[in-house]
């Protein structure tokens, strides 16, 4: 990566200018190129949804089954959401029903 010395008045622009986008990372301004917008395909779109209801499902579980979660994932070094994530999203995906209780 290239090291360029600029005016600082320069840098206290934020956002795109021709090509080159001014942004504040790690306590540093810094440079980087634009990025181009990206369709998602039909697919990208499909497991994006799917997380959003797995999410959702989890946000509206009691406070009692989340206890449940957190239990069955601590042995296995994971939090209960993170459990609930990785249990359900593929159930979702193949059209199943959601475990509400752990496996």
Do not use: C
């Amino acid at each position: 990566m290239a090291r360029l010395t600029i005016d600082p008045t320069v840098l206290d622009t934020l956002g795109p200018i021709a090509g080159v986008v001014f942004v504040h990372w790690r306590n540093r301004r810094i440079l980087r190129r634009t990025y181009r917008d990206s369709k998602a395909s039909a697919s990208q779109l499909r497991v994006r949804s799917n997380f959003a209801y797995v999410d959702d499902a989890y946000t509206q579980t009691q406070e009692q089954t989340k206890e449940l979660w957190r239990a069955a994932a601590k042995p296995r070094r994971l939090t209960g959401y993170t459990y609930w994530m990785r249990t359900n999203i593929p159930r979702g995906l193949a059209g199943l029903p959601l475990f509400q209780d752990p496996p």
